[in-house]
């Protein structure tokens, strides 16, 4: 018998992306029993209305979180989950039919703690087609593996991920991180503990990527201060990836500095640098010279928003992330 399966859904206002991802997650192919869990930050789009008629309908089982943020809705949702398996998702993807089984196969035939696959950005909206493009170039967004990798292996962090509800539950669940780096920090802590996390192509999704500059700029801002978040709480980075862009904006600011006493040439060699590396993903991208130009400033937007989140967060200082030490 096919161990019982529950997904892990926290939303808020995904209004204009639920009905997507709910649909292929009722259309999943999985033989065992599966439950979706919602959990609703409050929403005020027409989101919540629409998952108390599917709750009425006995689709899914829908729970409030009035903390807002995805961490405590996941572990709301984890709470009332009746599965040996926990399946977390997002409302801003869409999955293929055997999502869910390929998360399982993966889990048993790996012996990992945890297992997830690619995120792969897709997108009809002219900036999110460049930001798509952006996201799929590692000179954009660095080397994760969970981006570009095509074969299965170990790991340190996977897009979303499924795993076993006692293994969670031993572990503590999510962290309070006020950043969003709640999934990176979940994969850290089990691999401080000898688990291993293991990415598999097969596990299939799509992600929808924000569709506005601004929206994008405070995605990525979040997600650097999400990392110094982690600093703090765990006294080390993660990996290494997220000092490129960290050193990018202290390098622009230290070079504008040395500017104001006359010494350009740092800022010009490293804007420089950055031009070419910007160059490089647009010119990769294809698809003609507005899309090209999307995708550089998509590039640079992310860049900047993470570098400039990772230091926001650095500068801050620890604040209550102490209480999370260990």
Known sequence: MPPSVSILLPVLNEADFLDPCLASLTAQDYQ???????????????????????????????????DRRQWAGLNRSAEVASGEILVRVDGHSTYEPDYVGSSVAALSESAATAVGGRMIPESDNPIGKAISSAMASPWAVGPARYRHQTHRSEVDTVYLGAFRADDFTRLGGYRDLPGVAEDTDLYYRWRKQGASIVLDPAIRSRYRPRDSWGDLARQYYLYGWGKADMVYANH?????????????????????VLAGFLMWWPLLSLVAAWAAVLGWVALAAGEGLIHRLRTGLATATMQLAFGAGLLGGLLRGPGPRRHLRG
Do not use: C, F, K, M
Request: proline fraction near 7%; avoid cysteine.
């Open 32 to 66: 065992g029993s599966i439950e979706i869990v919602v959990a609703d930050g409050g929403s005020t789009d027409g989101t919540r209305e629409r998952l108390e008629e599917l709750h009425r309908l006995g689709r899914v089982v829908l729970v409030d979180n009035p």
């Open 236 to 256: 080390e980075l993660p990996s290494w990836r997220p000092l490129a862009p960290l050193a990018l904006v202290v390098g622009l600011i230290g070079g504008g």
